[in-house]
């Protein structure tokens, strides 16, 4: 049987696939903050140098090496392969000092606050109570406080829940430990965070 002219002519159509959306490689990453307080022992000036380096250097030094404040970057934490012995794995952290820019999907992200002690440091952070007192966000994000172990306490970081993160003032080689310690605990309340969300879905599941 002989096709007619305009079957044999006839092209296969082409159809456009929707390509699959780029995602953004931030997505993800668990995200710290700092206090953008200048007087603040952290802050983005020295943040990548403490927590990949292990290593204290005052912010001025920083500026004086010609460090160029950033609002927002991301540092590398080595630690060791869970499967792998002798192997090394690197985890991505995002670091910002305006939690303003943050948009709604991102606070999900937000794994850890370094906090400098005045209350203005989260004005306008959701979550806060009725006067201001952000309390309630330290149920969800594990806040930290970095300090000279020489110098006073503010009050306020002795009233909230806050992990206290103790350096020297003159003593350098101790500071990998007191980071190391930082890290330990950021895991730990990761881990617990996790297993309560696992939780929830499983009992919404038998609901």
Request: proline content about 8%; aromatic content about 8%; some cysteine.
């Amino acid at each position: 049987m002989l096709q007619s002219k305009k079957t044999q002519m006839q092209k296969p159509v082409q159809q456009d696939v929707a390509k699959p959306a780029r995602r953004d490689h931030r997505s993800r990453t668990p995200i710290i903050i700092v206090p953008s307080a200048t007087t603040s022992l952290i802050t983005m000036l020295n943040v990548k140098t403490l927590l990949e380096e292990y290593k204290f250097l005052p912010s001025e030094e920083m500026k004086r090496l010609g460090v160029k404040r950033q609002m927002d970057m991301v540092i590398q934490r080595r630690k060791p392969h869970p499967t792998q012995p002798g192997q090394t794995v690197s985890i991505p952290y995002r670091v910002t000092d305006s939690p303003m820019r943050l948009k709604p999907p991102e606070w999900k992200q937000v794994v850890a606050v370094f906090v400098s002690g005045p209350a203005w440091q989260f004005k306008g952070w959701p979550g806060l109570t009725s006067d201001g007192s952000p309390v309630n966000i330290f149920s969800k994000i594990k806040a930290f406080h970095l300090r000279f172990e020489e110098s006073r306490m503010d009050p306020n970081i002795q009233k909230w829940d806050v992990h206290l993160v103790q350096i020297s003032q003159n003593r350098r080689h101790l500071d990998k430990q007191s980071v190391m310690r930082y890290w330990e605990t950021l895991d730990r309340s990761e881990h617990e965070r996790t297993c309560f969300v696992v939780s929830r879905q499983n009992i919404s599941k038998q609901v």
